[in-house]
């Protein structure tokens, strides 16, 4: 890979609070306030989104506008594994978590035959499905779509046929099966999880660096620890929804928690976890600035935005003077 193409994906069918499609254009005026040419300097592709079907009622309330999420997501899969083919780092910025799942497919489709590591940085551990989840929005469910994990042991719903249908063909995007193992799965600063989250995550044994652990050992050794940890893996996918940031640096986003990042431990763990060269792709999600003050979330998650993509970069640049 020689160079970043943005990947810009304004769907937020998936959010239970609207306005998170916005959150690539207030990053846009966050660079723009900052007299940054940041997005000048790359490529970037707009996948189209369905946003308008927010208007209409959704006939799948255990996975809410689940058939327009799968449109989208087909979209999203191909752009991502057209990219990776072409020789170009996806860098994705996305409206709410639940288009991660298709980022995945997109990477799995393009390396069907490697082992993919997946590093989700989050407040949330987004791995309900339509049969457990409390409140219908799939923002909560694309790690259970990329483990293929319905968590049943812990069923309280009965979806509808029709919900049932989709939520296998999301699945079976890109290629048929799981696209991720639960042991090549790490979170970093999860802390906002539900009693049938808890059960799978320990069933599955997922490990998850909670703050406490990060400030202890610091971002440099947590990001060793999770390379030792996917040490097995040929390729790694980082996550980034900006609610990982403590809720004092995030009031703009869907679901705002206590006790996560900083900003600075935010680009430190950033910069510590893209310093390797099998890191294939990045993505921030679930900005909103319909909830935030002179768009102050943005303007922090620009900052982080920026330093992630100069580790990118650097690596990159590396990586083709070693290839000369």
Known sequence: ???I????????????TRGASLGIDALKVACLNKGSDYFRRFNSVHIPDLNHVLFDKTHFPKAKHIDSIYTVQ??????????????????????????ASATIAGI?????????????????????SPYTTPSGNMHGMPLAISLGDDNRQCQ????????????QRLKDLGEPGPKITAEHLVYVVVRDTEAEENAIIERLGIKN??????????????AREIYERLRFCDMVYISFDVD????????GTGTPVEEGLNVEEAISLCRALLDNDRVV????????????????????????????TDAIQRRLRLEEVVSR
């Open 5 to 16: 193409k943005l990947l810009e994906v304004r769907s937020e069918l998936g959010a239970g």
């Open 74 to 99: 087909k979209g999203i899969a191909g752009t991502v594994e057209q990219t990776l083919r072409f020789g170009e780092f996806p860098l994705v910025l996305a409206g709410d978590h639940s288009n």
């Open 1 to 3: 890979m020689r160079r």
């Open 281 to 308: 792709c990045f993505e921030m999600v679930e900005i909103n600035p319909t909830l935030d003050s002179e768009n102050t979330m943005a303007t922090n998650a620009f900052d982080i935005l920026e330093a992630a």
């Open 108 to 128: 799995k489709a393009a390396y069907p035959h490697k082992t993919l590591g997946v590093v989700w940085v989050d407040a949330h551990a987004d791995i309900h």
């Open 156 to 167: 309280r719903n009965q979806p509808e046929p029709e919900t049932e249908f989709f939520w």
């Open 209 to 222: 660096y909670k703050l406490d652990e990060v400030k202890a050992k610091g971002t440099r050794q947590v």
């Open 244 to 251: 990982s940031l403590d809720s004092r640096f995030s009031k």
